[in-house]
Every structure is written in structure tokens, then in C-alpha cells.
């Protein structure tokens, strides 16, 4: 009897575990700052030593001869006292000061009443909500999904369609054709960017959402030939025999190829979803309505909006907006993957 000793230790595969992993910190790690940010206290966003768990200082201040063990605290200039009627005098440093967790108004003191105590862990909920309340935010994400919805559509469909023609139909000049439809993957955006913006003028679309969805009903040149190479791993038998069966070629396409191709399809719709969903340029270019505004360009107006930027409101509404491309990312990762890796296999 032979026993089997101890299996070789793959050092090629480690070797990628460590490469992986460490992808996956530099990647990972601006999201994670930007949650931990999102939990953050304003002044705690400035500290000239980040922290990575979100933290506060815990105050004591004396408010009228009563001491408040666990304090808020604002700091102000004494300008911002003066147009409330604060009986303090010009030049004095204060700040505004309320109990911890109280909705009662903040009270200006002397910054000389109030006394740092300590440091604790200290997460600030309430930034997601202050920060949905600054902008309308709801109406933003309702227009975003709109538009994403139309785009997924559009994309998926026209592009499966004309993947279809160049990878089931033979005709003169099909290759070719194909061809040229690659060789415009090579052309920049910032190219058409002018010839569309007048075409899309004279038809009188300028300050509407049209010119951010209606490209997407002629397809994508790259989603073009993703379907065509996945189509093409698809046996050339099963088709013939719906044609012995006579079907047509829409019944083939919708029968028989879009079955088959759940994965590449997902993989089309999850691309062009991420795509338009970060889509900053575009509404940039055509949106005139803040009313019309996407997740994206409203962040920029919420900036922009705000002098002085709160930069916890600002990585709290961050948050909001790239959450549902990472938990649908998760949600689909499986035929995501499936989708990719399998796209080109011959069967």
C-alpha cells in the first residue's frame, strides 16, 4: 500500500492568489474611503490625519452655567452669530454647541467653553439622509433608471439584431461590412461629439433626454461583435434544422439563438446599465432642466451648489450612487463571468 505525500504547491498559483488580491485592495480601496468618508463628521473629513473607521471628538461645554458632558460642536465665525442676534462681541472665536444626538438648535459660546474630553468611534448615519434632503435626489435616480432602462433595451436588442446578420446570414460583402463596423470602435467620442450635438440641435432635441437614448437603438459596435463571436459558438445544426422546420430567421433569432445566449445577453445589458449609469459627459452636453438631471450630473450640481464643499454629504450621496452597480455586479456575477469567458468558444 502507497501512500500519496503532501501535493506540490502550485508557485504560479499563489503567486496570482497574491496579484488578485492585491488588485482587488487598490481597486477596493476608493470605494471603501468613500464609505467611511460618507460616515464621517465635516470636520472630521479635514483632519490632517485621515482615519479609516470614522471617529469623533467627544466635547464638554458649559451653555448658560450648565455643563454638557457629551457636546456637538460646530465651529463658526463671528459673522455667522451677528445676523441672529448673538450678544457676543466682533472678533471673539465661537462656536455652536448642542447636546449629542438632540434636535434642539444649536447655542453660540466662546470657544473658550468648550473643552475636548476624548476621541471615540462614531458613525453619522444621518449623512445619507441630510444628503438625499440637499438635492432631489429621488428625482434624479428616477430619471437615471428611465434612461437606463431605455438604453439597456435599445442596446441589447439592436445590437443582438445586427450580431445576428453577421454571424447566421450569409451575404455579399458581410465581412467586410463587419469590418468597418470594428474599425469605428477606433473612433473617439470627443470626434462626434460636435456632428452630433449639431445633428441632434437641428432636429430640434437639445434639452431633452432623446439624444441620451436614441443612439442606443443602432446599436454598439463592441456589444456588436461580443454577440457575433458568442452566436457564432453556437452549432450551426440547431438552426438548420429550424429551417428544415421553416422557421424564418426572426423565428431562429428569437427561438433559438436569444435562449441560448441568456449570458451574453446579461452580459451586453449589465456594460451598457454600468455605462449609463456613470454617464457624466452626456447629460452634461444635452440636459438643460435640472429636472432632467441624472445621479451623476446632479452630483456635480450638488458641488458646485455648495461652495464650501460638505465633503461627508457629498461622499454619502457618492455612496448611494455607485451602490447599485456593485451589489448588481454581485447579484450577476456568476453570468457575468459565464458571459465573458465563453464569448469565442468554439463548440
Known sequence: MTTRGPRPI???AVWRGIALVLLSVVFGAPFAWTVSTSLKELSE?????PEWIPRTTIYSAVVDGRKIANAEVSWSTPTQ???????????????WVRPRGSSTAFRPVPKSAVQPEGRAIHFRWRNYAE???????????RNTLWLCALCVIGVTTSSAIVAY????IQWPG???VFLIVLATMMIPFPVTMVPLYSLFKQLGLIGTMAPLWLPAF??????????RQFFRSIPQDLTDAARIDGCRELRIFWSVICPLSTS????????????????????????????????????????SQHGGTDWHHLMAASTLVASPVVVLFFLAQKTFIEGITMTGMKS
Do not use: C, H
Open 264 to 303: 451574453a445577453l446579461t452580459v451586453v445589458a449589465i456594460f451598457q446599465f454600468i455605462e449609463t449609469w456613470n454617464d457624466f459627459l452626456g447629460p452634461f452636453i444635452y440636459l438643460m432642466d435640472q429636472k432632467q438631471f441624472t445621479l451623476a450630473l446632479g452630483l456635480q450640481f450638488f458641488q
Open 81 to 95: 452669530i451677528a445676523p441672529l442676534g448673538a450678544s457676543l462681541p466682533r472678533g471673539l472665536e465661537v462656536a
Open 131 to 141: 444628503a438625499v434632503s440637499k438635492i432631489p435626489f429621488w428625482l434624479y435616480a
Open 10 to 12: 502550485n508557485s504560479g
Open 165 to 168: 446578420g453577421f454571424s447566421r
Open 174 to 176: 458581410r465581412d467586410i
Open 218 to 227: 443602432f446599436g454598439n459596435a463592441f456589444f456588436i461583435f461580443l454577440l
Open 45 to 49: 473629513t479635514i483632519r490632517p490625519t
